[in-house]
């Protein structure tokens, strides 16, 4: 088997060839994530950094379309690698990168626990990084300068909207388009 473990053992890659019949039933029983909705920056570049620092030990993928180039960010990163459709690769605590999509990549994703076992799916939800309360049903999406995600609740963006411009405004975790704007009658 030629299971490729990179970055100080935080990435472990499985080439599209060597992954299992048996992975493959498994995967197709997790949630997708599409890189068209995962808030990029710039908008629509394919770009965004990503921290697997859950309450997760390895978050498992199997990637069913696209290509993407992950370019690790730890200090003892490694080389970047390219991971494609068919491919499972295994994020394990830790592990911190910057993502480049080169095709719009869907995978499914499940979590694993210390223990090695699934993790039941949690539900849906979203705090706020600032105060802690929830906002799934309306949020801010914001990635600073050094590439730190948070999520804001509506209150804690309001209280600094100038800290956060650029913030992408959710509902549901989802984007909402920005309001189209109106042009002056002449």
């Given at each position: 088997?030629?299971?490729?473990?990179?970055?100080?053992?935080?990435?472990?890659?499985i080439p599209a060839a060597e992954v299992s019949e048996e992975l493959q039933v498994l995967a197709a029983t997790w949630p997708v994530w599409d890189s068209k909705t995962h808030p990029q920056k710039p908008k629509g570049s394919g770009k965004f950094s990503f921290d697997y620092s859950g309450d997760y030990d390895?978050?498992?993928?199997?990637?069913?379309?696209?290509?993407?180039?992950?370019?690790?960010?730890n200090p003892a990163g490694g080389d970047a690698i390219c991971i494609e459709s068919g491919d499972s690769v295994?994020?394990?605590?830790?592990?911190?990168c910057n993502w480049k999509v080169?095709?719009?990549?869907?995978?499914?994703?499940?979590?694993?626990?210390?223990?090695?076992?699934?993790m039941p799916e949690p539900e849906p939800g979203i705090t706020c990084d600032i105060c802690k309360a929830g906002c799934f049903v309306e949020s801010y999406f914001h990635t600073g300068e050094d590439g730190t995600e948070l999520d804001?609740?509506?209150?804690?963006?309001?209280?600094?909207?100038?800290?956060y411009s650029g913030a992408e405004k959710q509902k549901f975790g989802e984007p909402v388009p920005a309001p189209a704007k109106r042009q002056k009658k002449k």
């Open positions: 088997m030629a299971t490729v473990n990179k970055p100080a053992s935080l990435v472990t890659l390895t978050e498992r993928v199997l990637i069913t379309k696209g290509r993407a180039t992950l370019t690790p960010v295994y994020f394990h605590r830790g592990f911190k080169h095709s719009p990549m869907l995978k499914h994703y499940a979590y694993y626990g210390d223990d090695g076992e699934l804001l609740c509506p209150k804690c963006f309001k209280k600094d909207v100038g800290k």
